[in-house]
Nanobody, 116 residues
Framework: QVQLVESGGGLVQPGGSLRLSCAGS????????MGWYRQAPGKQRELVAR???????IYANSVKGRFTISRVNAENTVYLQMNSLKPEDTAVYYC??????????WGRGTQVTVSS
C-alpha cells in the first residue's frame, strides 16, 4: 500500500497562490496516474487535475489556466501549483495515486482556504 502525504495547504487571500506537494512512500509497484481531488463542505469529492506517468494532464474546467499539475517520477511526488485562487477553491485537497497493478491510494488531505 502506498502512503501519500500532502503538504502546502493554508489560508490565502483571493488572487493569491499556493503550491501543494504530495510525496509517496512504501511503493512496491510503479505509480501510473497521480492526481489531485478536492472536497468542499457539503459537496462531493471532485477531480481537480490528473497526470499520467508520461506527463499527459487533464484539468477540471473550473481550474484550467490557473492550476498546473506536475510530477517527479523518480521521487514519487506530485505537485499542484494554484494561482489566481478564488473563494470557491476552498476545500480539502486530496492526493491520489494509481499503481500499475491497479491499486489506488489516497492521502489524508490538506485544507486550502481562500478568504479575505
Amino acid at each position: 500500500q502506498v502512503q501519500l502525504v500532502e503538504s502546502g495547504g493554508g489560508l490565502v487571500q483571493p488572487g493569491g497562490s499556493l503550491r501543494l506537494s504530495c510525496a509517496g512512500s512504501g511503493i512496491i509497484f510503479s505509480i501510473n496516474d497521480m492526481g489531485w481531488y478536492r472536497q468542499a463542505p457539503g459537496k462531493q469529492r471532485e477531480l481537480v487535475a490528473r497526470i499520467t506517468r508520461n506527463g499527459n494532464t487533464i484539468y477540471a474546467n473550473s481550474v484550467k489556466g490557473r492550476f498546473t499539475i506536475s510530477r517527479v517520477n523518480a521521487e514519487n511526488t506530485v505537485y499542484l501549483q494554484m494561482n489566481s485562487l478564488k473563494p470557491e477553491d476552498t476545500a480539502v485537497y486530496y492526493c491520489n495515486a494509481v499503481q500499475i497493478n491497479g491499486i489506488t491510494s489516497w492521502g489524508r488531505g490538506t485544507q486550502v482556504t481562500v478568504s479575505s
